[in-house]
Protein backbone atom coordinates (compact mmCIF):
# COMPACT_ATOMS: atom_id res chain seq x y z
CA UNK A 1 0.00 0.00 0.00
CA UNK A 2 1.37 3.39 -0.74
CA UNK A 3 1.58 6.23 1.09
CA UNK A 4 -1.21 8.25 1.60
CA UNK A 5 -1.46 12.34 2.07
CA UNK A 6 -3.99 14.64 4.02
CA UNK A 7 -4.86 17.82 2.05
CA UNK A 8 -7.68 20.50 1.84
CA UNK A 9 -9.90 18.76 -0.67
CA UNK A 10 -9.79 20.86 -4.01
CA UNK A 11 -11.95 19.20 -6.93
CA UNK A 12 -15.40 17.99 -7.74
CA UNK A 13 -13.79 14.75 -8.29
CA UNK A 14 -12.75 14.36 -5.03
CA UNK A 15 -15.85 15.86 -3.82
CA UNK A 16 -17.45 12.55 -5.54
CA UNK A 17 -15.37 10.42 -4.06
CA UNK A 18 -15.83 11.25 -0.53
CA UNK A 19 -19.72 10.82 -1.51
CA UNK A 20 -19.29 7.05 -3.25
CA UNK A 21 -17.11 6.39 0.68
CA UNK A 22 -19.87 7.26 2.60
CA UNK A 23 -22.40 5.41 0.67
CA UNK A 24 -20.21 2.57 1.52
CA UNK A 25 -20.53 3.05 5.53
CA UNK A 26 -24.45 4.49 5.32
CA UNK A 27 -25.66 3.47 8.58
CA UNK A 28 -28.39 1.70 6.52
CA UNK A 29 -26.34 0.20 4.12
CA UNK A 30 -24.06 -1.92 6.91
CA UNK A 31 -25.06 -5.38 8.78
CA UNK A 32 -25.60 -4.32 12.88
CA UNK A 33 -22.03 -6.77 12.71
CA UNK A 34 -20.55 -3.98 10.40
CA UNK A 35 -22.13 -1.23 12.41
CA UNK A 36 -20.92 -2.24 15.67
CA UNK A 37 -17.45 -3.39 14.45
CA UNK A 38 -16.49 -0.78 11.94
CA UNK A 39 -18.84 2.39 13.12
CA UNK A 40 -20.93 3.97 10.51
CA UNK A 41 -21.88 7.45 9.32
CA UNK A 42 -25.65 8.55 9.79
CA UNK A 43 -25.60 11.41 6.73
CA UNK A 44 -25.71 11.25 3.35
CA UNK A 45 -24.81 14.13 1.53
CA UNK A 46 -25.73 15.49 -1.90
CA UNK A 47 -22.92 16.68 -3.96
CA UNK A 48 -24.26 20.17 -4.41
CA UNK A 49 -24.62 20.51 -0.69
CA UNK A 50 -20.98 19.01 -0.35
CA UNK A 51 -19.49 21.67 -3.03
CA UNK A 52 -21.18 24.53 -1.07
CA UNK A 53 -19.58 23.24 1.94
CA UNK A 54 -16.25 23.19 0.40
CA UNK A 55 -16.85 26.82 -1.49
CA UNK A 56 -16.58 28.04 2.38
CA UNK A 57 -14.48 26.26 4.15
CA UNK A 58 -12.70 23.17 2.11
CA UNK A 59 -12.86 19.71 3.07
CA UNK A 60 -10.37 17.47 4.42
CA UNK A 61 -9.45 14.68 2.78
CA UNK A 62 -6.77 11.31 2.93
CA UNK A 63 -5.96 10.06 -0.87
CA UNK A 64 -3.69 7.23 -1.81
CA UNK A 65 -2.23 8.61 -5.21
CA UNK A 66 -5.67 10.55 -6.86
CA UNK A 67 -8.41 8.54 -4.91
CA UNK A 68 -9.94 9.79 -2.00
CA UNK A 69 -9.12 6.91 0.86
CA UNK A 70 -10.75 8.99 3.72
CA UNK A 71 -12.56 12.13 4.56
CA UNK A 72 -13.48 14.64 8.15
CA UNK A 73 -15.84 17.08 6.66
CA UNK A 74 -16.18 20.34 7.69
CA UNK A 75 -19.62 22.29 8.42
CA UNK A 76 -19.95 26.08 9.48
CA UNK A 77 -22.61 27.08 11.31
CA UNK A 78 -24.21 29.11 8.60
CA UNK A 79 -24.94 26.14 6.63
CA UNK A 80 -27.17 24.45 9.07
CA UNK A 81 -30.14 24.64 6.24
CA UNK A 82 -28.54 22.47 3.73
CA UNK A 83 -28.13 19.55 5.87
CA UNK A 84 -32.13 19.76 7.67
CA UNK A 85 -31.35 16.78 9.79
CA UNK A 86 -28.72 18.93 11.93
CA UNK A 87 -30.57 21.12 12.64
CA UNK A 88 -31.67 20.04 16.08
CA UNK A 89 -27.68 19.75 16.58
CA UNK A 90 -27.08 23.22 16.20
CA UNK A 91 -30.05 24.38 18.11
CA UNK A 92 -28.76 22.42 20.78
CA UNK A 93 -25.49 23.93 20.60
CA UNK A 94 -26.63 27.73 20.13
CA UNK A 95 -28.25 26.68 23.61
CA UNK A 96 -25.03 25.30 25.16
CA UNK A 97 -22.37 27.26 27.29
CA UNK A 98 -18.81 26.37 27.14
CA UNK A 99 -15.91 27.71 29.77
CA UNK A 100 -19.50 29.64 30.93
CA UNK A 101 -19.22 31.67 27.43
CA UNK A 102 -22.30 30.64 25.03
CA UNK A 103 -21.13 28.25 22.53
CA UNK A 104 -22.62 30.86 19.79
CA UNK A 105 -20.18 33.51 20.82
CA UNK A 106 -17.41 31.53 19.95
CA UNK A 107 -16.11 31.50 16.55
CA UNK A 108 -16.37 27.45 15.78
CA UNK A 109 -17.40 24.89 13.38
CA UNK A 110 -18.48 21.50 13.02
CA UNK A 111 -16.52 18.28 11.90
CA UNK A 112 -19.54 16.96 9.93
CA UNK A 113 -18.48 13.26 9.40
CA UNK A 114 -15.26 11.46 9.54
CA UNK A 115 -15.17 8.10 7.41
CA UNK A 116 -12.30 6.24 6.37
CA UNK A 117 -12.12 3.22 3.60
CA UNK A 118 -12.16 0.00 5.20
CA UNK A 119 -8.33 -0.93 3.85
CA UNK A 120 -7.02 2.32 5.51
CA UNK A 121 -8.15 1.60 8.78
CA UNK A 122 -6.08 1.48 11.55
CA UNK A 123 -2.90 3.22 10.16
CA UNK A 124 -3.45 6.01 11.87
CA UNK A 125 -5.57 7.98 9.40
CA UNK A 126 -8.39 9.52 12.07
CA UNK A 127 -5.50 11.27 14.03
CA UNK A 128 -3.89 12.32 10.56
CA UNK A 129 -7.28 13.99 9.36
CA UNK A 130 -8.08 15.33 12.07
CA UNK A 131 -4.19 16.98 12.94
CA UNK A 132 -4.94 18.58 9.65
CA UNK A 133 -7.88 19.77 10.87
CA UNK A 134 -6.09 21.45 13.49
CA UNK A 135 -3.36 22.56 11.25
CA UNK A 136 -5.60 24.63 8.49
CA UNK A 137 -8.36 25.85 11.39
CA UNK A 138 -6.68 26.70 14.43
CA UNK A 139 -5.68 30.06 13.49
CA UNK A 140 -9.42 30.60 12.60
CA UNK A 141 -11.34 29.09 15.14
CA UNK A 142 -11.50 28.32 18.39
CA UNK A 143 -12.95 24.85 18.75
CA UNK A 144 -14.28 21.95 16.66
CA UNK A 145 -17.21 20.20 17.82
CA UNK A 146 -18.70 17.45 16.63
CA UNK A 147 -21.58 14.73 17.40
CA UNK A 148 -21.38 10.84 17.68
CA UNK A 149 -23.84 8.30 18.19
CA UNK A 150 -23.72 6.67 21.87
CA UNK A 151 -23.92 3.74 19.68
CA UNK A 152 -20.93 4.43 17.71
CA UNK A 153 -18.37 2.85 20.43
CA UNK A 154 -15.34 2.82 17.88
CA UNK A 155 -16.01 6.09 16.81
CA UNK A 156 -16.67 7.45 20.45
CA UNK A 157 -13.16 5.76 22.16
CA UNK A 158 -11.43 7.43 18.59
CA UNK A 159 -12.83 10.98 19.41
CA UNK A 160 -11.59 10.46 23.19
CA UNK A 161 -7.98 9.56 21.96
CA UNK A 162 -7.65 13.09 19.85
CA UNK A 163 -8.66 14.85 22.35
CA UNK A 164 -12.54 15.14 22.74
CA UNK A 165 -14.55 15.68 25.10
CA UNK A 166 -18.46 15.17 25.63
CA UNK A 167 -20.12 18.22 26.59
CA UNK A 168 -23.29 17.49 26.10
CA UNK A 169 -25.99 14.20 25.71
CA UNK A 170 -29.06 14.44 23.45
CA UNK A 171 -31.66 12.18 22.03
CA UNK A 172 -33.67 12.99 19.07
CA UNK A 173 -35.92 11.33 16.75
CA UNK A 174 -32.99 9.03 15.36
CA UNK A 175 -30.67 8.36 17.74
CA UNK A 176 -28.60 9.47 21.70
CA UNK A 177 -26.11 11.86 20.58
CA UNK A 178 -22.83 13.24 22.44
CA UNK A 179 -21.98 16.78 21.42
CA UNK A 180 -18.22 16.62 21.53
CA UNK A 181 -15.98 19.43 21.67
CA UNK A 182 -11.78 19.76 20.58
CA UNK A 183 -10.70 22.87 22.27
CA UNK A 184 -7.40 23.55 20.92
CA UNK A 185 -6.51 26.50 23.22
Same mark, same amino acid.
Given at each position: ?????????? @??????? #???????? +?? @? *??????? *?? *???? %?? @???????????? &???????? /? /? %??????? !??? !?????????????????????? +? $? $??????? $????????????? +???????? &?????????? &? *??? $?????????? =????????? @?????? #??????????? =? #???????
Amino acid at each position: MTSTTIKCAT @KTTELKQ #ILALQNLN +YV @K *NLTEEEK *NT *NGFV %TV @KHTLSVLEQMNS &KTPQIIAT /N /N %TNVVGYA !LVM !LPETTSLIPVLAPMFKILNSLT +Y $N $NIPVKNY $NYYVMGQICISKT +YRGLGLFR &KLYQKHKEVY &K *NTY $NFCITEVSTN =NQRSMLAHQ @KIGFTT #IHTFTDQTDTW =N #ILLWDWK
